[in-house]
């Protein structure tokens, strides 16, 4: 600009120059009012105070898988009872007092209170007696009235001759189920060590055997042999959970030489033993003679069946029998 003071312009440089100068003001006083406009909009701002935290949307629940952990993507399989087991829906009131023993013997979860073993898997539909399965149940009711299938047989019997001497099996081949196994050895192990001599004479019996029992007493006292032995479908030693137990001292209380079962068998040291010690190993006695209105058979003291140690520890509080409590607290299992 300095060059171009010290020029003569003649008129139409000046009128040229006059054009330039002002086409450079206006540039320059649009570029200005654009810097204002930009300055003028509103832009996102911080602040040291923590924003107000807007009102959740309520978002209906919906169930959500877990998994294991974070590397494992796949759904946890869900937990299935043995086949045979068949859980029943109760009021969420009483599920905590519920538990169900299953095929192996494992407590399943979902209990909180374990005095009350295996109630849910005593409450099945009921059925023509003659049909129902009882499975791995250890509470199935078994009475003169309520029956079990003459194709029922449990499917992890065992032979008690593998695990304890002959001396005590009498030879006989005798079989329980798996789950009894271990209590029965340990009851029977602390019997000797405190100087009983049990005998086992009996356990599982199946539909056909049952009926050869109930012939031969039937043929001999024909006139109470339903108060002394069931008819085949209607014994509990066709669950597997059963034992008859025997005393060296029978012959000589009652006076009969050879003689294997008689009510006496309370009388010998190792019927009184077991009627004071057979609860903490899980058996009770099934057919007391204050409960002969309700089992239907006479007193059996030498009978004990395996329900569990807190079922066996209830029942002998309330001095109650197995079926005694089943009936008055749980719906009939099948139509007789």
């Not at 654009?34 to 209906?60: H, I, L, R």
């Not at 399943?108 to 374990?114: R, V």
Request: charged share 20%.
């Amino acid at each position: 600009m300095m060059f171009i003071g010290r020029m003569r312009l003649n008129p139409k440089a000046q009128s040229l120059m006059a054009k330039f100068t002002l086409l450079i003001v206006l540039i320059l006083a649009i570029g200005c009012r654009s810097q204002e406009a930009a300055q003028a909009t509103p832009a996102a701002s911080f602040s040291s105070q923590p924003a107000e935290k807007a009102e959740p949307t309520e978002v209906p629940a919906t169930p959500s898988v877990k998994y294991s952990s974070r590397l494992d993507r796949t759904v946890p399989p869900t937990p299935t009872l043995h086949p045979e087991v068949t859980p029943v829906q109760l009021p969420t009131t009483e599920a905590k007092h519920l538990e169900v023993v299953t095929y192996d013997g494992e407590i399943f979860p979902g209990s909180a209170d374990p005095v009350i073993e295996n109630k849910m898997a005593t409450a099945v539909p009921a059925v023509a007696c003659d049909e129902r399965m009882p499975g791995a149940d250890l509470l199935a009711v078994v009475t003169k009235d309520y029956g079990i299938s003459r194709d029922f047989a449990p499917n992890d019997l065992v032979p008690l001759a593998e695990h304890i001497p002959y001396n005590i099996t009498m030879g006989y081949p005798t079989k329980v189920r798996e789950v009894i196994l271990g209590p029965l050895v340990e009851m029977i192990n602390d019997m000797l060590a405190e100087g009983a001599q049990p005998q086992v004479l009996s356990g599982y019996r199946s539909y056909a055997a049952q009926a050869i029992s109930w012939n031969k007493w039937n043929s001999l006292y024909p006139e109470r042999a339903a108060i002394i032995s069931a008819q085949p479908g209607h014994s509990e030693h066709q669950l597997g959970t059963v034992i008859d137990f025997g005393s060296p001292e029978l012959a000589g209380i009652v006076g009969q030489p050879g003689i294997q079962f008689h009510t006496y068998f309370y009388k010998t040291s190792e019927g009184q033993w077991l009627a004071e010690n057979a609860h903490k190993y899980g058996f009770t006695l099934s057919f007391t003679e204050e409960a002969f209105d309700t089992t239907g058979f006479y007193y059996e003291p030498w009978h004990f069946r395996y329900v569990g140690e807190s079922m066996a520890a209830q029942l002998r509080e309330q001095n109650l029998t197995l079926i005694e409590y089943l009936l008055a607290n749980e719906p009939p299992p099948c139509t007789p």
